[in-house]
């Protein structure tokens, strides 16, 4: 039925607001403004109805929430950066039936997630700065999608993508455009740093892992990305947790998605962050990678940690917090936690894994000794 013609990843900096006006600012952001308007373009080309925003600034506690009331307007200051966007006015449509629809087939696919049609709740300035340039005119109608999820599974986020994704294509009588709506390495420079930092990138660390991360879009190694997505998202001092990053490779189809990154402005840095506008051309997929709802089947208490990476895959198994090899845990607990096989007493293969007849792998560490090495040491 409905189209998802256009996906992109895009920066929203406050420094574009600053762009516009008199002052030191003006005119140094002219490169992401002119991408955000560019990527407008493309949109009205491929026949796009409604943009939906995934952003990192609508900073959630529980379940997912879709903002689709059906007009916005007001008058918006930022609580986090008021010196750099005050009073800044807006007015755009909204979507109300398309926001009700994503919320709907997102909780068909076990994502709890929750839509808001009649609120006076105004989107955050992940949704308002990009809307700013690229509907100015209010072509588009527009709806927000939490992105900043304090307590959620990356996977959950991937799977919303890609349930949004059903709901337009099955369900949808019209075209539609997904927005990440966050940066890359989002570290801040240090206070009383900040103008030293304006255009540059807090550590030559995050600058180098977002130069590898933009290399790695554009090569399309997106089985890679994905499985460095929870690391990336901790050490990278992602946005929002870069749920925002797994919305959108949910839609793509996760690790299978097929396409490339076309970079519309070039990586840069703002205040510390690292900050980019990249369409990513959307291909057939049947979502067989994308990982399942986590949320809606855990069975009890994770870490941090392992409620990020969501205990699949190889990231997983780093993640994952360090368990005596006799712990008993359940098939389910164990599929959550990147199922490490559990040995038995005198079991030989654990016996050469450094551990035996009930003595934890840890003493042996202790000693600096491998199980085997232990026992004869007794023995002797
Ligand atoms: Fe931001």
Not at 48 to 53: F, L, Y
Not at 147 to 154: M, R
Not at 361 to 373: E, F, M, Q, W
Request: glycine content about 10%.
């Amino acid at each position: 039925m409905g189209k998802v013609a256009l996906a992109a990843k895009i920066t929203h900096v406050p420094s574009m607001y600053l762009s516009e006006l008199e002052g030191p600012r003006k005119g140094t952001r002219q490169d992401a403004i002119d991408g955000h308007i560019e990527i407008g373009r493309r949109c009205r080309e491929l026949g796009v109805d409604t943009i939906v925003v995934f952003d990192t600034h609508w900073l959630v506690n529980a379940s997912y929430h879709v903002n689709c009331a059906p007009q916005f307007a007001g008058n918006y200051t930022s609580n986090e950066l008021p010196h750099f966007i005050s009073n800044m006015e807006f007015a755009f449509p909204g979507n109300a039936e398309l926001g009700q629809l994503l919320a709907k087939v997102a909780a068909e696919h076990g994502v709890d997630t929750l839509a808001h049609p009649a609120t006076s709740l105004a989107p955050e300035y992940g949704t308002l700065v990009p809307m700013r340039y690229m509907n100015a005119d209010r072509h588009f109608k527009v709806v927000s999608v939490s992105a900043l999820c304090t307590v959620h599974y990356l996977d959950d986020s991937a799977r919303l993508g890609w349930a949004m994704r059903k709901a337009v294509e099955e369900h949808y009588d019209g075209t539609v455009a997904f927005l990440a709506s966050g940066s890359l390495s989002h570290r801040f420079a240090q206070n009383g740093l900040a103008p030293e930092y304006a255009f540059k990138i807090w550590s030559p660390f995050l600058e180098a892992l977002d130069h590898e991360v933009v290399e790695i879009w554009k090569r399309g190694d997106w089985k890679t990305f994905c499985g460095m997505l929870p690391e990336y998202a901790a050490k990278g001092h992602g946005e929002g947790f870069m749920h925002d990053t797994a919305m959108l490779l949910g839609a793509l189809g996760w690790s299978a998605y097929d396409g490339r990154a076309d970079v519309v402005t070039p990586y840069f840095g703002a205040s510390g962050t690292g900050q980019i506008n990249a369409v990513f051309p959307v291909t057939p997929q049947d979502g067989h990678a994308v990982p399942k709802a986590v949320a809606s089947r855990a069975d009890g208490y994770s870490t941090v940690a392992t409620r990020l990476c969501s205990g699949r895959g190889p990231a997983a198994a780093r993640h994952a917090p360090p368990r005596h090899p006799l712990q008993r845990q359940s098939r389910r607990a164990q599929r959550h936690v990147g199922a490490v096989p559990q040995p038995r007493r005198h079991d030989a293969r654990a016996a050469r894994r450094g551990w035996c007849a009930g003595v934890p792998a840890r003493r042996h560490a202790r000693a600096g000794l491998p199980g085997s090495a232990l026992r004869d040491q007794r023995r002797r």
